[in-house]
């Protein structure tokens, strides 16, 4: 069978979300939720191998790609219950949910919130929130966290200068070819529409409010089985050490090769680690 995709569009909760779904196999749902600068198109190289297993669904995180802004603000948690009530109007059951970059925390938070409707969580490339983010950033020099939490200044010094402001930071991707000059050219369609940077930058604002969500989260170690996969040249074993504080099973491994953006820069090692992850977990 060929794998069939689709593009959808829905209100929850007065914010418009929009994914792509593409459906061939029977197992569990799953959800794959985007970074920072990126959307669903981040995907693009994993959703054809896992739809042969799983109906797949690659979300705009709200006010980020082709998904309205949210009125509550943009922060993990906010993000994570909306995508709860998007499951429960599509009629879905449990899910799979793996999240990579911001969408990480927010897979986390919709874990950790809504346990009995997830029945597994990926992490990918980042630690979470409260459990290594802060050790992170000052170990890599992550000097955007700083830069993106001051409101209304990022956005400004980058109106017209999307481009530069989007390839510093895929920097490593395009010199590999992994991301190339017509993919930058996606995500600047979205990311030059109006609002689009502020709302990414929401989500860096919201930090402390979040990272106090997700302590409070924690106190409840995660139910459901998870891995975490770190990248060897960004991070490390980060996102493994923090997704253990909060769920002492999981399953961990770092894929040595990779930069930050592991969906595009090595999509075949990391599906060679969760399409048995889905699995095992389908069958538990």
């Known amino acids: 069978m060929s794998e069939t995709r689709e593009h959808g569009e829905a209100t929850i909760e007065g914010v418009r979300l929009h994914w792509v779904r593409a459906a061939v196999g029977p197992g569990t749902p799953v959800v794959l939720l985007h970074g920072w600068p990126q959307t669903w198109y981040a995907w693009r190289k994993v959703i054809p191998e896992l739809a042969r297993h799983h109906e797949v669904f690659a979300v705009d995180l709200p006010g980020l790609g082709d998904s309205g802004p949210s009125p509550r603000g943009h922060g993990v948690r906010i993000a994570a219950d909306l995508l709860d009530a998007w499951r429960a109007e599509l009629g879905l059951g449990r899910v ?8 990480g925390p927010i897979g986390y938070a919709w874990a950790a919130a809504h346990p009995a409707h997830v029945r597994s969580f990926t992490l990918l490339a980042v630690p979470l929130h409260g459990f290594g983010l802060s050790e992170l950033i000052a170990r890599a020099g992550l000097w955007h966290f700083g830069l993106f939490s001051v409101p209304g200044l990022a956005e400004e010094l980058a109106a017209g200068r999307e481009r530069i402001l989007l390839e510093h930071f895929y920097g490593h991707a395009l010199e590999t070819g992994a991301i190339r000059p017509a993919d930058v050219d996606t995500y600047l369609r979205s990311y030059t529409r109006p609002g689009r940077l502020a709302n990414g930058f929401g989500y860096y604002r919201n930090v402390p409010a979040d990272t106090a969500a997700l302590a409070e989260l924690a106190r409840t170690p995660l139910p459901m089985p998870t891995l975490a996969v770190g990248c060897g040249r960004a991070g490390g074993p980060a996102p493994v050490h923090s997704l253990s504080q909060v769920a002492p ?26 399409r048995p992850f889905l699995s095992e977990a389908d069958a538990s």
């Open 96 to 103: 799979h949910v793996v999240g990579h970059d911001l969408g």
């Open 249 to 274: 099973a999981t399953r961990g491994a770092v894929i040595d090769d990779s930069g930050h953006y592991l969906p595009e820069e090595r999509p075949g090692p990391l599906l060679s680690l969760l």
